[in-house]
């Protein structure tokens, strides 16, 4: 089956792009989401709605307000141009907009997993001399990490999908901006069916092996937990 | 060394104000009182998992909160021992991990206070179980490890939320004596709530009985 896939670009490239997507979607989503879980302050709701707004946006609706950040006239794209880069139309775009898509997604599984660790295993770690660090680190990360898993796969997940965002900031272009949906999106177009065929079934076999495996690991992590 | 606790604590609820002035020695020192009427909150403030509103918490000469002076010493630097009520071990760790997480690796502290948690744990009983995980104990075997857990951070005071709720009349009494006994070979204060009658009777020293909140 592999015999007709000529192009192994888009496979590389959208792994690429997910991986980015998927580290800077942890480091941001990950402290963000610990802060709201615990935190209370004036305007918290208002930060949360913005978060979550891509979950439920029109893709198009975020390609265009990516176009408008980063477009030669945009906000942070006037910005970059200064400094002689630009993003639009290269693969960057594409990273970027799926760590927006993505967002989301690790923000509700984080936070609802920081939330459901019980408060009184951060306090007993105080009352025997942690800092907050090592709280952090060895009791609500380690406790929290099934919730956050699942962060992990659905953002990959929807990062390595992103289709329309992606068509609007990072183009279509072979060989530079193509990643897997499109490239399946375009072949259809062009009546290449084992070219779309065939990434349709490596993107649908890497996803179910994916989530199978997670799936398993929290089934036997929480039964030993229990 | 004489442990001593000395603290007057003011602190705001939203449906009362808790008020309350303690000086114990090393000591059972029983808070009493009806369910709601502050008693964890002041575990909490001792501690430093809560902020009184004013007042001042004293602990063998050392300033460990004062509204006055504005010195709010972290939980983590206090060297106060606290018990939970469900005895909040840490699921995701076996019993050896759990009794070795308050121990400090730093030398001198291991010449005049160090224990060691494994001896500590079978002392009590409860050795064999050093590598099992939370989950797996009963009620008693979980208070055992619990109290190894913080009397192993070498506390100067321990702190005992509802120690004897989640068990069984049995467990109960023989469990009772036997704080008794770790508080007379510790030494060191101990300040425990309760809102049954006979724990405060058999256990307290001193008993400081609370009012019920008012609505």
Avoid at chain 1, 33 to 51: D, T, V
């Amino acid at each position: 089956m592999f015999t007709y896939l000529n192009d192994w670009f888009p496979v590389f490239l959208s792994l690429r792009v997910a991986v980015i997507a998927l580290v800077i979607v942890t480091l941001a989503g990950l402290p963000l989401s610990r802060l709201m879980a615990r935190r209370e302050f004036y305007g918290k709701e208002f930060i949360e709605a913005a978060i979550t707004l891509p979950l439920v946006l029109p893709p198009s609706v975020i390609g265009y307000g990516l176009l408008m950040l980063i477009g030669k006239n945009g906000l942070l794209g006037s910005l970059l141009s200064q400094m002689g880069i630009q993003i639009l139309f290269t693969w960057w775009a594409a990273v970027l907009a799926s760590t927006v898509v993505a967002l989301p997604l690790m923000y509700q599984s984080a936070r609802a997993a920081f939330e459901s660790v019980d408060v009184n295993f951060e306090k007993a770690a105080r009352t025997l001399g942690a800092g907050e660090l090592r709280v952090f680190c060895t009791i609500t990360l380690p406790l929290a990490w099934p919730g956050i898993m699942a962060g992990l796969v659905l953002s990959f997940a929807r990062a390595l999908g992103e289709f329309g965002a992606t068509l609007m900031v990072a183009g279509n272009i072979p060989g530079q901006t193509q990643t897997i949906p499109l490239a399946i999106y375009f072949a259809v177009d062009a009546g290449d069916n084992a070219t779309a065929k065939t990434l349709v079934a490596i993107i649908t076999v890497f996803s179910f092996i994916v989530i199978f495996l997670v799936n398993r690991w929290s089934r036997r992590r929480n039964i030993r937990l229990r | 060394m004489i442990f001593m606790l000395e603290a007057y604590i003011k602190k705001e609820l939203w449906h009362f104000d808790l008020d309350l002035s303690l000086s114990i020695g090393s000591q059972i020192m029983v808070l009493w009182g009806p369910s709601g009427a502050g008693k964890t909150t002041i575990l909490h403030c001792l501690a430093g998992l809560h902020k009184p509103s004013s007042g001042y918490i004293r602990l063998n000469g050392r300033t460990l909160y004062s509204s006055r002076e504005k010195i709010d010493t972290p939980a983590r630097l206090r060297r106060i021992g606290y018990l939970f009520q469900d005895y909040a071990l840490f699921p995701h760790m076996s019993v050896r991990q759990n009794v070795l997480f308050g121990v400090k690796g730093n030398k001198s502290d291991f010449e005049d206070h160090f224990v060691d948690p494994v001896e500590m744990l079978n002392s009590f009983g409860v050795g064999h179980l050093i590598d099992r995980f939370p989950h797996q104990l009963s009620g008693g075997e979980k208070q055992r490890v619990a109290l190894t857990r913080a009397l192993a951070a070498s506390p100067e005071l321990l702190l005992l939320d509802e120690p004897f709720s989640a068990l069984d009349k049995n467990t109960k009494t023989r469990l009772r004596k036997e704080l008794k006994e770790l508080q007379k070979r510790w030494r060191i204060p101990f300040v425990l709530v309760s809102h049954d009658e006979e724990d405060a009777s058999f256990l307290g020293d001193s008993i400081i009985t609370l009012p019920k909140g008012k609505s």
